[in-house]
């Protein structure tokens, strides 16, 4: 039996829409990765972009467990001497919490070509509105 390759026509695209209200940052990451990956598929290619879109609302009630909350820091390098900056979770919560979300699936996908045209299928939102109704999301929970 052969292993079938997906042509670029036969990947079908749905889009999801995930309301990370009270769900833990790490599961929901894993969720949304997999699903942009396109590992849910049983077409699934590793060197292929087969995932969907997923558009993630409710990004500022995102949940962390334990103290994680108080000692999280997110980091950024300018490539300057001196040039480190550092961000509690709590600013960036408060500043961008759409990073927050969009930093975490980053982490999961790979570090290559194929993982930055993948992360842009992500979209997230801080409230609970997005303007993504056109293409009739289907609501995915965790």
Sequence with gaps: MKTMMPKAD????????????????????????????????????????????????????????????????????????GGLTEISYKRMLQEKPEEIITHAVKGMLPKNALGRKIIRKLKVYAGNEHPHVAQNPKAMTL
């Design 10 to 81: 036969q990947i079908s695209r749905d889009w999801f829409v995930i309301d990370a209200e009270d769900v833990v940052l790490g599961r929901l990451a894993t969720k949304v990765a997999t699903i942009l990956r396109g590992k849910h598929k049983p077409y699934f290619a590793p060197h292929m972009d087969t995932g969907d879109f997923v558009v993630v609302i409710n990004a500022e009630k995102i949940r962390l467990t334990g103290n994680k909350d108080l000692q999280k820091t997110y980091h950024r390098y300018s490539g300057y001497p």
